[in-house]
Each structure stands twice: as structure tokens, then as C-alpha cells.
């Protein structure tokens, strides 16, 4: 049984690129139906990364590494009618410089910390279907392309159906999310047009005053290649309004071979907006004795105008239960490992706060400034942004990357066992060049 749905998971994923062929066999006139959307971006990026003494870049170099990033993203979404319609998302990329560079010297002198290096292309090896192929690929640089999104939906008159590669966002955290279990972004990233998708099934529908969302995300074992259900997803989420102003979602999902039930609400307190988010975790594997853990989230959001200036604001409290201050644990606890490898925890202590400030210094230039603080320690890091909209499609965003802390801090450095540098997060500068059609 378990086969058969994956191998249909993965027909329909496919059905996408032939769907309209079979939709106007069915219909002569189907095409007249039919209504196409066209986008996409070329983004340019580039960065100066600063790697930091006491590291293991002491063994390949402290000297700043230069970065590039090239980016061709074409999205096409097909309606046919008001029954159906397709997604798709292709894009190519290259990416190399000097940290890539160092990162293959670092796989070899230390495969186990560096098993994949640094700046390299992202793969399917967890996903059903692979479609991610690398061009060409060296100690300097890497060429691929990939299709990020390849769904099929259908709509019902009762709900909608979609399968294939698509991405799905829970819960309401802006910085960090526990309930966002699928890909989320990692605190410090600022550029957030699209999250990677993955290949799953997805069924929403209202039920009575509440919507209900069903999700089935199948996966590989990476190091079998085998289709295996130990490592999929599959869950829901109801959400409802408890008041006029106030909306809740309940989550409960077996991901991968633990269970996740979670509850989130949002809400508003005068002008200002308010959301928290709650998860329980049943570990199918104890993790330092433990077999379950909590994580949560809230965070409060306010916009007002000062000195004839628009300005944004929220603050965020964010609590880690399957984290504590050994930050050594990450090489020892297969909990907290397995969870750094899938993309899913970023944060090696228990508590955080964050904060972001948004000034419009010009209708045309925006300046963010976010910082976040492990509370623990105290560490953390200051992530400066400017974004100014030089036409309706072109933008042009500065940033920079700046953490600090004492030793044995998770943002400062901490001790690596068995070796004789930190971990440390290295210091960087960044601009991109994006332009939108």
C-alpha cells in the first residue's frame, strides 16, 4: 500500500508537465479555457565572508573569501478553467568563489565536520523525485538546474487537490517557527522569495466554520535511495476564528518516525497583532533521556509613523525544549543531529528573543535592521538590511551578517570535541541584484 502511494504521488507529479494535452483531447475547445502566467527573476549576488581565527579556516586561510551567485528562475502557473491548474518553477544557477574553495579543502581535512563542503548546490536526496541536475561542478564553482516546483491542482467545487513538488508554510513565527516543519527558513536568512518545495500531496477543504488541511509529503532514505514512509510526513491542521479577531490552527502530523502536535493562535491587541504558537514532540528515539520535548513561539507586531516616517516593528520570544547550553550535544544527541542535517533546527540553545525595526527612509528605500539573542549566553547577531526599489522590477538590497559573544557562546564560538578549533558563525557582507519580470 505504501508503495502504490508513493508511485502515485509521483504519476501525479508528472501529470502536471501533461496535463494539458490530455485536457484538450477531452474538449476541443478546452484551450479556449486556458489562461498561462509567466514570471520569474535573475537574481546576481554576491558576498565578502570573513572567516574567523581560532576556526578551522586556520587550516585553509583567514583571508576574506569572495562569493558569487547567479540566479534564472522562470514560474509558469496554467489554468484550465476553473477545474484545474498546473505549477511550474524552473531555475539555473551558479555559484562558487572562494569559500567554496576552502570548503572542499575542509571536506578533506575534516570530512566529518565538512562531508559536503561549503556553497554547494542543493540535491533531492531526500526527496520522492529527483529533479535537481548539476552541470558542471569543481573546487571553485558548481552549475545546475532543477525544477523547485511541479504541481498539479484540482478544484473541486468542495475543496482542492494538489500533488507534485510544492512548498507548504505552518505556523506563525517570523524569525524562528516550530510549527513550520516543512523547509523552513533559517533565522538569518533575509531573502525569502521562495522556500525550496517538496514532493507531497495536499488536500484542503472547509469543514462546517473550520478549514481543514491534509498533507502526505513522501521521502527517500538518503542512504538507501529507497522510498520509505519512516521517513515521510503526514498530518493535518484545522484552523479556525475562536473570536471575531482571533484565529486558531491545530496541528498533529507523524514527521518522519516522531509525532508533533501543535496549537497556534493569532489575534490583535489595539493596533498591534499578536501570534503564539505551541508544539509537543514524542520522540521515537529518547534524546538524552527524554522522549518528549516543547518548543513555542510569540511574537507581537506594530506599524506607526514617527518623524514623517513609516515604520515597522516586532519582537520575538522563542523557547527550544530539545536544546539545552551543552552546544556539543549537536555532535553526540541523534535528535538534535538528525534535525541540523534535515534543514530543521537552527538554534543550539533554549531561549531566544529577536527583534526587528523597518524605517521607509524614502517610499523607494527601506531600511531593516534584525537582531537575534540566544539568551543563555547572551550571544547573538546583527543582520543590517537596505532594500531600495530602483524600478518596479528591479531591486537592489545591501546586508550584512554580524554576530558576537564571548567564548564558549553559540554566536561567540564554542569547543568542538576531539578537535582543536571553535565553531563559529564567520562575519559577511552581501548585495544582491534582483530583477523581477
Given at each position: ?227 520509505d514512509f519512516e521517513q ?148 547573538g547577531v546583527w543582520l ?27 554566536y561567540g564560538g564554542y ?23
Amino acid at each position: 500500500m505504501r508503495q502504490t502511494v508513493l508511485h502515485l504521488l509521483l504519476l501525479c507529479s508528472l501529470g502536471c508537465l501533461l496535463a494539458p494535452a490530455a485536457f484538450a483531447q477531452d474538449n476541443d475547445s478546452a484551450w479556449d479555457n486556458v489562461d498561462m502566467e509567466w514570471g520569474g527573476h535573475f537574481k546576481n549576488y554576491g558576498r565578502a565572508l570573513f572567516p574567523e581565527s581560532g576556526t578551522a579556516f586556520d587550516d585553509v586561510g583567514l583571508d576574506a573569501n569572495f562569493d558569487g551567485f547567479t540566479e534564472l528562475r522562470l514560474n509558469n502557473k496554467t489554468f484550465f478553467g476553473n477545474t484545474a491548474y498546473t505549477e511550474l518553477h524552473w531555475e539555473a544557477s551558479l555559484t562558487g568563489g572562494g569559500t567554496r574553495e576552502d570548503g572542499e579543502k575542509l571536506k578533506r581535512l575534516y570530512p566529518a565536520l565538512y562531508p559536503n563542503g561549503l556553497l554547494t548546490p542543493p540535491n533531492d536526496d531526500r526527496r520522492l523525485v529527483d529533479l535537481t541536475a548539476v552541470v558542471h561542478e569543481d573546487r571553485g564553482a558548481a552549475v545546475y538546474h532543477r525544477l523547485d516546483r511541479a504541481m498539479v491542482a484540482l478544484t473541486p467545487e468542495w475543496g482542492e487537490v494538489r500533488l507534485g513538488r510544492q512548498a507548504v508554510t505552518w505556523g506563525h513565527g517570523f524569525t524562528f517557527n516550530p510549527m513550520d516543519l516543512f523547509n523552513p527558513f533559517a533565522p538569518t536568512d533575509l531573502e525569502r522569495d521562495y522556500k525550496l518545495g517538496d514532493d507531497m500531496a495536499l488536500i484542503q477543504f472547509p469543514a462546517g466554520d473550520m478549514d481543514v488541511e491534509l498533507i502526505y509529503v513522501a521521502r527517500r532514505d538518503p542512504n538507501t535511495k529507497d522510498a520509505d514512509f519512516e521517513q515521510a510526513s503526514v498530518g493535518g491542521k484545522l484552523s479556525f476564528a475562536a473570536t471575531d479577531d482571533t484565529g486558531v490552527d491545530i496541528i498533529l502530523t507523524r514527521h518522519y518516525q516522531d509525532y508533533i502536535a501543535g496549537v497556534g493562535a493569532a489575534g490583535y491587541i489595539g493596533d498591534a497583532a499578536w501570534r503564539l504558537d505551541v508544539t509537543g514532540t514524542l520522540l521515537n528515539a529518547p534524546s538524552r533521556g527524554r522522549t518528549a520535548y516543547l518548543s513555542a513561539v510569540a511574537n507581537v507586531d506594530y506599524s506607526w509613523q514617527w518623524f514623517n516616517k513609516n515604520w515597522y516593528g516586532y519582537v520575538e520570544l522563542y523557547y527550544n525544549g530539545l536544546s539545552d547550553a551543552d552546544y556539543a550535544d549537536q555532535f553526540s544527541d541523534t535528535a538534535i543531529a538528525e534535525r541540523i542535517a534535515r534543514g530543521e533546527l537552527y538554534a543550539l540553545g533554549s531561549l531566544y528573543w529577536s527583534g526587528n525595526i523597518n524605517c521607509e527612509i524614502h517610499p523607494l528605500v527601506n531600511l531593516y535592521l534584525t537582531s537575534i539573542v540566544n539568551l543563555n549566553d547572551p550571544s547573538g547577531v546583527w543582520l543590517p538590511r537596505i532594500v531600495y526599489d530602483m524600478s518596479d522590477n528591479l531591486r537592489l538590497s545591501l546586508s550584512g551578517s554580524f554576530s558576537w559573544g564571548a567564548h564558549n557562546t553559540e554566536y561567540g564560538g564554542y569547543d568542538i570535541p576531539g578537535y582543536s578549533f571553535d565553531q563559529k558563525p564567520s562575519d559577511s557582507v552581501s548585495v544582491w541584484l534582483t530583477r523581477y519580470f
